[in-house]
């Protein structure tokens, strides 16, 4: 498998938008509004980093990261979403490529910390896992993961970034 993982480019914005929209199409806990977020994030200057996956030359993956805000005034924790793969492809291996590489990109960025909505099955092989002194509004615990990058330990509201709440 020839898979390459590169930041994007303008030339990808359609691609990522469509292979994001056929990842979560299908997907009952989703509200299909993926492709929204990223183009709001990518307006607005908060998408920190969007990393595209290649496989022979073909776009084939996503993955976004944009800060977040905490109540307590931490500083330099990412959200990361959506990632996304194409179908067809799922369960080969390239969001694992994704993961290692988006979570490389944002500690090189001085990272402390990482915060996404998802499953503890597939995120606890990153370390990502349940923090009770974080929360996120609307979201049940049990989904709201944590991914110390440092030894600080932040608590308190969570604030994604408002392009999260994007529609069409």
């Given at each position: ?121 597939f995120y606890s092989r990153f ?42």
């Open positions: 498998m020839n898979l390459t993982i590169r930041p994007e480019t303008p030339a990808d914005i359609l691609t990522i938008a469509d292979v994001t929209r056929r990842a979560f199409e299908t997907l009952a806990i989703s509200q299909h509004t993926e492709q929204f977020i990223i183009a709001g994030l990518r307006a607005a200057g908060a998408l920190s980093v969007s990393l595209v996956a290649e496989l022979d030359g073909s776009l084939v993956g996503h993955i976004a990261f944009s800060p977040v805000e905490i109540s307590d005034g931490s500083t330099g924790w990412f959200g990361l979403g959506p990632i996304s793969v194409e179908p067809e492809l799922q369960n080969r291996g390239i969001g694992t490529r994704l993961m290692h590489d988006g979570l490389n990109a944002i500690r090189q960025l001085g990272a402390k910390g990482c915060l996404l909505v998802g499953n503890l099955k370390g990502f896992r349940n923090e009770p002194a974080l929360t996120l509004e609307g979201v049940p615990p049990e989904v709201f993961l944590c991914l110390a990058l440092d030894t600080q330990k932040p608590s308190g509201q969570v604030s994604f970034h408002p392009a999260f709440f994007a529609q069409g």
